[in-house]
């Protein structure tokens, strides 16, 4: 699950994305309107917690574009006001919901949580395929009892796969969802996460296998 912060406070944008990523979700945070845009037009984003008040682009203007480019994202308006006609013209843009500042991290997670189930995303604390589990809140892959742990990337790649088994996920998908829209990551680095999951694959004495594509990317097979 990947997530877009707008923030122009950049110690509250900080401090949003370590709450994220303790909770598992990989994020980009940016500091204002036109930067938010931009990412947010790549459609790689799960959910977007956008500011309002924002330099360069305010957040409904950002949101009105989005949503007049057909990208249907999720979004989070944060408002620092309770002001009520922000929120009428937030909704009209098309946001999701809204977060009035400042607000308790355990809100922020909730809200998160719901609008991504609402975008029909798997949020469930276990992923299966074939005779392995993914669990979230371990980080670990199991099978039969038996369970192997597993690093952040090795996580988050595996994760991607449990999400669309059998389904054939580039090389550059994952270096977009995981080390980020603009990350000079090279291929060989997803190539290695990979080699390293095979092999705890193995350890657990697996029937699913990742399998190659060769030159495009990977996916989950096997199992049954
Ligand atoms: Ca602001």
Redesign the pocket.
């Known amino acids: 699950m990947k997530i877009l912060i707008v923030?122009?406070?950049v110690a509250l944008a900080e401090a949003l994305s370590e709450i994220l990523k303790r909770n598992k979700y990989a994020v980009d945070a940016v500091h204002d309107g036109e930067d938010g845009l931009e990412y947010a037009m790549t459609g790689i984003y799960d959910c977007i917690i956008l500011?309002?008040?924002?330099p360069k682009m305010n957040g409904i203007d950002v949101l009105r574009i989005l949503r007049s480019k057909h990208i249907s994202t999720p979004v989070l308006l944060?408002t620092?006001k309770s002001d009520i006609e922000d929120k009428i013209n937030g909704l009209d843009s098309g946001a999701d919901d809204f977060l009035t500042k400042p607000f308790v991290t355990g809100e922020l997670l909730a809200r998160v949580r719901a609008l991504l189930r609402r975008k029909g995303e798997v949020v469930a604390d276990q992923f299966t395929f074939g005779d392995i589990a993914l669990n979230k809140s371990t980080f670990s892959l199991s099978r039969n009892g038996q369970f192997v742990k597993l690093s952040l990337k090795e996580y988050q790649i595996m994760e991607m796969m449990m999400a669309n088994p059998r389904q054939l996920i580039p090389k550059e998908r994952f270096i977009e969802k995981i080390w980020g829209y603009e990350s000079d990551v090279e291929y060989n680095n997803v190539e290695v996460y990979i080699s390293f999951l095979r092999k705890k694959l193995t350890v657990l004495e697996s029937t699913v296998v990742i399998r190659t594509a060769r030159g495009i990317g990977y996916f989950l097979e096997g199992g049954d």
Do not use: F, S
Not at 51 to 54: E, G, K, T, V
């Open positions: 923030e122009d406070e500011d309002i008040m924002l944060l620092a």
